[in-house]
């Protein structure tokens, strides 16, 4: 039945959307100032102070250093051998306190192998865990809860795997310099700032790629460097196959961030667009470079884009300017984001409907966040109680939101991130271009619901290393009907199905007859919020 | 396996593939030649960072592969007397390294096969991208969303499907089980269980586990409910089983370290009639751009662990091994030449394992390219004559018996013609 939720509901549910979970200070603030309000200071979150969490990502020096200085203070042990070089300490800048200490004992294990080599010794481990840090902290604590989402979805959108070559040095300067300026901005200059971004370049391999034409052709041979191949200006080499045309991105831009798979576009268009960004490259990639464009390795012949003509005379640079701009403008991409969008915000299958109406207001905004995201939020088809708990969330979102019902701390160092990634979403390790599906089914199988329960009791447990549950204060008395309204206030606004509650209460009974609240036993404050947090409803937001 | 499935497709005269080609009564009369009831397993073995398949199966004969690698050669086998370990011969040419004695056996004996310079078509030397492509099997093409053994569990869909029909030994879902079917992914199966990091057996986990059991068996949330029941299935499963404790059969030793674990645990599941279809393993170490070893050293320590789980794998399983193939893959081989570290760097084909009952054994199949200057890839590595979709197609249709396998290989014209003829 498709209904109206009640205003207490939809409060819920609009911030169980918009934020990483809701708090019982969000649920008042809400309230009182009216779901439209708090939506619009939400918006513009460079009017929120969020000092607070700021202080703590202070405490992480990687995160204000750029990616020459990471490489340099954080290289790789293996490459450091291949080059030969004696390996000496990194010079130290600012450390973080000891708290801070990313802890790694018996996280190695849990670790794929290619993980493993990173997570290990003084290298770039400590880059990806310092952001998987910021982020964690910032979805936990942040003020401006929407932009982190956004962060969040945009992350995904244009996924990047750091555990390719160099990017593991790019993606803290990518999420910081590229994503976040841009997450509630306007989309053309969010797929402007990607397209030239050098995290980007790498992971789909446009740096390397050489127009046909190009008259420098001759003089480019791909030449091993210790992060793969970049293209030289050394003598021509009959057997450099590599130098050439590279279609990956060509291809993904529009496939992936742009039109969507059966947006009207061919193989042809794929040629074409690659040929387009021949000579978007980064400077000095090895030592940290940024963007830059390199006419000798630019096909300065004319293309055709989706019917376009490009390039020609005063082309350069401008060509790949111009696809962009075609394609941020595209009906196509106007539908393909808004369906990813609405599937986020709305579930997995939305209604034509909103999807058209977003799309429209793509449109017309030319690519206005903001105005895209106020189109969904205040639609009908996003107030219904038919979409109620539509989501699973992911791991990441199952973590932040049990922080925040519950007001938990974290270092949110290895054995915290190490859980989330066996629940089948480890941080920036998600190789294809895709992003991590947003599918309740892709989430959700027999390994990763075992590791949701397994969080579930830890956490409440108090019994995961670097993260501490104050049960006391979740305590208002000894009586376990007032634990349980507290905890299911918290967790899941009250809403919580018969079998749900009356599990947790025959359990509660078992402990209570065996006199179970001795010192050692699970208590009860402890049992209430691992059952909630592991139950169905909890999955789902 | 008097006739097999394939044979009597082959012999029939019909194309295996073309949607509706096949008579559908053929097509029954080929299923019903399958032995009910036994169910063809897979193992699957990814050697993450790329193995060094020239020093893996050495091709000895060949003159040039000593004088490149003027370090880290492994002597051919005729030296064998004069100075210590050396190629153990497999057929006058190519020889295994002495590190891998344990499989010298089952190649005598027709269960292992080699498929040599087969790998992905895409030249890429990045790590990730070849994995990428070899784990979905669409070489060059990196966003198609699954791996193809998901693909191939998504294609025979069982309803009722035990949960341990596909098992990953990971950290997370590798790429070539990920997708819509479902895939129990684990490191270590002993730590299957409910305990939020506490002692399993005390009290109030024991509670907990109860609680959450009882409360999903009543939920009307569709997915979390038939999962929770898997989930439960199969730690009760483990329970019964009593996977911590296993006694390998037939005095079989599996070598310490995560690649015997997992072949261990996988025995056992397989023994205990778990449901078990498809399973999947990884092993790394294997990217030695320094000081790699040639007898003797880090290339030579890896493969003696490889090896030994191989055969003590097989060993423990017995007779049971007429139903099991395994099948081993690493994303690229390494450069002809040794380079200025005594090591190898990043190449082009490489030698694939396939073992197992099913398999016809004792050979090195594909066509040799050669290792002279113009038989290299660009000059430094060694070239590509099989495709390994057509290895994977090839184990997907005469073994796992599927019988279209365009949807595990999309993009590819999969073709009997080009199978090397490995499986019986």
Redesign the interface.
């Known amino acids: 039945m498709d209904s109206t939720l009640s205003p207490d509901l939809a409060t819920w549910h609009f911030l169980s959307r918009t934020t990483f979970g809701p708090r019982p200070q969000d649920v008042e603030e809400a309230r009182q100032a009216g779901i439209d309000q708090y939506l619009e200071v939400q918006l513009h979150p460079d009017k929120i102070d969020d000092s607070e969490v700021d202080k703590r990502i202070a405490t992480l020096p990687t995160l204000t250093m750029n990616p020459a200085e990471l490489m340099e203070d954080f290289p790789a042990p293996?490459q450091s051998?291949?080059q030969?070089k004696n390996q000496q300490p990194p010079k130290k800048r600012p450390t973080p306190p000891p708290a801070m200490t990313p802890d790694m004992e018996g996280a190695g294990?849990?670790?794929?192998?290619?993980?493993?080599q990173i997570m290990e010794g003084d290298g770039p481990r400590q880059v990806i865990m310092e952001l998987g840090r910021e982020q964690f902290w910032r979805a936990a604590y942040s003020k401006r809860q929407l932009q982190e989402v956004m962060v969040h979805f945009w992350m995904n959108h244009f996924n990047i795997?750091a555990?390719?070559?160099v990017d593991k040095w790019l993606l803290t300067s990518f999420e910081q310099d590229t994503i976040r300026p841009n997450a509630l901005g306007n989309f053309s200059q969010l797929l402007s700032a990607t397209a030239q971004s050098p995290a980007m370049l790498f992971y789909?391999d446009n740096w390397l790629s050489v127009g046909p034409n190009a008259d420098s052709n001759a003089g480019f041979a791909m030449r091993?460097t210790p992060f793969?191949?970049a293209p030289a200006p050394v003598a021509a080499k009959p057997?450099?196959?590599?130098r050439g045309l590279n279609e990956?991105y060509g291809?993904?831009l529009m496939?992936?961030h742009t039109l969507g798979?059966d947006g009207g576009y061919t193989q042809h268009d794929v040629r074409e667009v690659a040929r387009c960004f021949t000579g978007w490259t980064i400077d000095h990639p090895q030592q940290g470079g940024g963007f830059v464009f390199r006419p000798r390795m630019h096909d300065f012949g004319e293309k055709v884009v989706l019917g376009h003509r490009i390039g020609g005379q005063g082309g350069g640079i401008n060509d790949g300017i111009e696809v962009l701009q075609i394609l941020a403008a595209h009906p196509s991409t106007a539908h393909f984001i808004s369906l990813k969008l609405c599937r986020y915000f709305i579930s997995e299958d939305p209604p034509a409907s909103v999807v058209n109406r977003t799309a429209r207001t793509f449109t017309e905004s030319q690519g206005d966040i903001p105005s895209i995201l106020k189109t969904i939020l205040t639609s009908h088809e996003f107030n219904s109680s038919t979409v109620f708990r539509a989501k699973?969330k992911s791991p990441f979102e199952l973590v932040a939101s049990s922080f925040r019902a519950l007001d938990a701390d974290s270092d949110a160092g290895a054995p915290l991130m190490g859980m989330i990634?066996?629940m089948?979403q480890?941080l920036f390790?998600y190789?294809?271009?895709?992003g991590y599906?947003d599918r309740?089914?892709?989430w959700?199988?027999?390994?990763?619901?075992?590791g949701r329960?397994?969080?579930?009791?830890?956490l409440?447990?108090n019994?995961?290393r670097g993260t501490q549950l104050d049960l006391q204060a979740l305590t208002p008395s000894d009586d376990q009907q007032a634990i349980w309204d507290n905890l299911a206030q918290r967790t899941l606004c009250g809403e919580v199905?018969a079998?749900?509650k009356?599990?947790?209460m025959?359990?509660l009974e078992?402990?209570g007859n065996?006199g179970?609240d001795r010192p050692g036993?699970?208590p009860k404050t402890?049992?209430v919020a691992?059952?909630l947090l592991?139950?169905?409803e909890f999955?789902?937001r | 396996m008097s006739i097999s499935r394939r044979y009597f497709l082959k012999t029939s005269g019909l194309s295996l593939f073309g949607a509706g080609l096949v008579p559908s009564f053929l097509r029954r009369a080929a299923y019903a030649l399958e032995t009910p009831g036994r169910r063809k397993i897979l193992v699957a073995i990814f050697q993450r960072g790329a193995a060094d398949g020239l020093n893996i199966v050495i091709p000895f004969g060949e003159k040039e592969y000593h004088s490149m690698r003027p370090t880290i050669a492994i002597p051919e086998p005729s030296k064998r007397s004069e100075s210590g370990p050396s190629a153990i011969d497999l057929d006058g040419f190519f020889g295994l390294h002495p590190s891998l004695s344990s499989l010298k056996p089952l190649f005598d004996t027709r269960q292992l096969a080699i498929i040599h310079a087969s790998g992905s078509p895409d030249s890429t030397r990045s790590h990730f991208d070849a994995q990428d492509y070899m784990e979905s099997a669409t070489p060059g093409v990196k966003s198609t969303p699954d791996g193809w053994l998901n693909r191939f569990l998504q294609g025979a869909p069982e309803p009722d499907a035990s949960p341990f029909r596909a098992v990953a030994f990971a950290s997370s879902t590798p790429r070539t089980m990920m997708g819509a079917a479902s895939c129990l992914c684990t490191q270590d199966l002993q730590g299957f269980h409910l305990a939020g990091n506490a002692n399993p057996q005390a009290r109030g986990v024991q509670l907990v586990a109860n609680a959450f059991e009882e409360m999903y068996a009543t939920a009307t949330d569709r997915l979390l409910s038939s999962t929770a029941h898997e989930t439960f299935e199969a730690i009760s499963t483990l329970q019964r089983i009593q996977i911590g404790q296993y006694q390998p059969a037939n005095g079989a030793e599996y070598p310490k370290g995560p690649l015997g674990k997992s072949l261990q645990q996988v025995a056992q599941l397989i023994k205990s009639d778990a449901g078990l279809q498809v399973a999947f393993a990884e092993v790394g170490g294997w990217d030695n751009h320094v000081n790699e070893g040639g007898v003797t050293g880090q290339l030579a320590n890896r493969l003696k662990e490889f090896g030994d789980a191989l055969a003590a794998f097989h060993k423990d399983m017995g007779e049971q091994m007429a139903d099991i193939t395994v099948l081993t893959m690493s994303e690229f081989g390494r450069t002809a030449r040794e380079n200025g570290n005594r090591g190898t760097d990043h190449g082009h084909a490489n030698a694939m394992f396939v073992l197992g009952g099913p398999v016809k054994g004792g050979k090195v199949y594909g066509d040799w390219p050669g290792l002279k200057d113009h038989q290299l890839h660009e000059g430094r590595d060694l070239a590509l004559t099989t495709d390994f979709r057509d290895v994977f197609a090839e184990v997907a249709v005469c073994h796992l018996g599927v019988q279209d396998p365009t949807g595990i290989f999309p993009g590819y014209t999969v073709s009997p013609k080009r199978f090397r003829g490995f499986l019986a």
Do not use: C, H, W
């Not at chain 1, 057997?239 to 590599?242: K, S």
């Not at chain 1, 959700?444 to 619901?449: D, H």
């Open positions: 293996k051998q291949k030969g294990k849990l670790m794929p192998p290619e993980t493993r795997y555990e390719k070559g789909l091993r793969g191949f057997n450099a196959e590599r990956n291809r993904e496939e992936l798979v699973v990634m066996r089948g480890p390790q190789q294809a271009p895709t599906p309740a089914s892709s959700i199988n027999s390994g990763t619901l075992l329960m397994n969080f579930s009791m830890a409440a447990a019994r995961i199905s079998d749900t009356a599990a947790v025959k359990s078992e402990v065996a179970g036993a699970f402890s049992l691992a059952l592991g139950s169905p999955q789902r």
